[in-house]
């Protein structure tokens, strides 16, 4: 496995990362803990080193579960886990107040079995409570050994400003793929002047890129059906850029996912995708993406093809949308 450092002052983790939502979250059912666990440490057999969860997944479940797999293994691996929520009965929306922060992360430690959090991201920008509290409690988080790495979530470019004047923001995590590139325009060039990583969450478009996606196979409390960019007319239009990373992965003797995180690696040296399986067989060719070769002009036709395309069908309903971009 190659590895990457996220940012200038990161942690040096693997190129490709795991994201553990959809073992126990959002895609229908939480799948068998002792299969999930299995994968997680078949994950780090293979050189995987930096795992993704949040309090939210579940919640608590996904850091229990990442917290018992990784137990064995903590020195190895880097794990990162998010705040921001109000979780309870009768609760719901944001809660990044300062004194929140502080017993998420006490909770999050006991979870995850651990005596500290290598990467803790504020999930959602709170727009209640001023970025600067919010990166002032992990700081102190910080001086006092329970976090090492300050993160943001689909925060918008002047807010990652405020926030890494305060402490230094390591990493970045929103949503980038090919068939959503918005953080091109602003967070990427930011990120870069600032010397932060950028995590792409969803980059085979939540399994759609892959090639192998079928609609009818989706669970009832599966979240992707309240999605208008998986609406079947939608699903339809942008078959267009499933043929175009197949295309590619015909030539390169790969598959369209393969493609698809292996353009994601080309854009920066400090991109680290954290695509999630629940499959072995999907842990080996997304970890398999890391050996697919794109030259310069392979990612400038991927470029220019993707380019003449147009993404149908938002990728989130209007009310998740407006917690994005703050």
Same mark, same amino acid.
């Given at each position: 496995?190659?590895?990457?450092?996220?940012?200038?002052?990161?942690?040096?983790?693997?190129?490709?990362?795991?994201?553990?939502?959809?073992?126990?979250?959002?895609?229908?059912?939480?799948? %068998?803990?002792?299969?999930?666990?299995?994968?997680?440490?078949?994950?780090?057999? @293979?050189?995987?080193?930096?795992?993704?969860?949040?309090?939210?997944?579940?919640?608590?479940?996904?850091? !229990? +579960?990442?917290?018992?797999?990784?137990?064995? &293994? @903590?020195?190895?691996?880097?794990?990162?886990?998010?705040?921001?929520?109000?979780?309870?009965?009768?609760?719901?929306?944001?809660?990044?107040?300062?004194?929140?922060?502080?017993?998420?992360?006490?909770?999050?430690?006991?979870?995850?079995?651990?005596? &500290?959090?290598?990467?803790?991201?504020?999930?959602r920008?709170?727009?209640?409570?001023?970025?600067? %509290?919010?990166a002032?409690?992990?700081?102190?988080?910080?001086?006092?050994?329970?976090?090492?790495?300050?993160?943001?979530? !689909? $925060?918008?470019?002047?807010?990652?400003?405020?926030?890494?004047?305060?402490?230094?923001?390591?990493?970045?995590?929103?949503?980038?793929?090919?068939?959503? #590139?918005?953080?091109?325009?602003?967070?990427?060039?930011?990120?870069?002047?600032?010397?932060?990583?950028?995590?792409?969450?969803?980059?085979?478009?939540?399994?759609?890129?892959?090639?192998?996606? !079928?609609?009818?196979?989706?669970?009832?409390?599966?979240f @992707? #059906?309240?999605?208008?960019?998986?609406?079947?007319?939608?699903?339809?239009?942008?078959?267009?850029?499933?043929?175009?990373?197949?295309?590619?992965? !015909?030539?390169?003797?790969a598959?369209?996912?393969?493609?698809?995180?292996?353009? +994601?690696?080309?854009?920066?040296?400090?991109?680290?995708?954290?695509p999630?399986?629940?499959?072995?067989?999907?842990?080996?060719?997304?970890?398999?993406?890391?050996?697919?070769?794109?030259?310069?002009?392979?990612?400038?036709?991927?470029?220019? $093809?993707?380019?003449?395309?147009?993404?149908?069908?938002?990728?989130?309903?209007?009310?998740?949308?407006?917690l994005?971009? #703050?």
């Open positions: 496995m190659k590895t990457r450092r996220l940012g200038k002052h990161g942690p040096e983790v693997s190129a490709i990362g795991l994201g553990c939502m959809g073992m126990s979250h959002g895609f229908g059912a939480p799948k %068998d803990k002792r299969d999930m666990i299995a994968l997680i440490r078949m994950a780090v057999e @293979r050189g995987v080193t930096f795992f993704d969860t949040a309090e939210i997944y579940g919640p608590f479940i996904n850091e !229990e +579960l990442v917290g018992e797999a990784l137990e064995p &293994v @903590r020195h190895k691996v880097v794990i990162a886990t998010k705040f921001g929520f109000k979780i309870g009965p009768g609760l719901g929306g944001l809660d990044s107040r300062p004194q929140h922060i502080k017993e998420v992360a006490d909770a999050s430690l006991k979870r995850l079995r651990t005596d &500290v959090i290598d990467l803790f991201y504020q999930h920008v709170d727009p209640d409570v001023p970025i600067e %509290d919010v002032g409690a992990v700081k102190d988080l910080i001086a006092q050994g329970k976090v090492k790495h300050f993160g943001l979530s !689909e $925060a918008a470019a002047k807010t990652i400003r405020r926030a890494h004047a305060v402490v230094p923001v390591t990493a970045l995590q929103s949503e980038y793929s090919l068939w959503h #590139r918005r953080p091109e325009a602003e967070i990427l060039p930011t990120c870069a002047e600032l010397g932060i990583g950028f995590v792409p969450y969803s980059p085979l478009g939540k399994g759609y890129l892959t090639g192998k996606f !079928e609609e009818q196979k989706l669970e009832a409390n599966d @992707r #059906r309240s999605l208008p960019r998986f609406a079947p007319d939608a699903l339809k239009a942008n078959q267009a850029f499933v043929e175009l990373l197949r295309g590619l992965a !015909e030539r390169k003797r598959t369209p996912a393969q493609i698809a995180l292996a353009w +994601l690696l080309g854009r920066e040296p400090w991109i680290v995708p954290i999630g399986t629940t499959k072995q067989s999907r842990l080996d060719e997304n970890i398999g993406a890391v050996d697919v070769e794109l030259g310069s002009q392979d990612l400038r036709d991927i470029h220019d $093809a993707a380019s003449k395309l147009t993404v149908h069908g938002d990728r989130y309903p209007e009310h998740l949308e407006r994005t971009g #703050r």
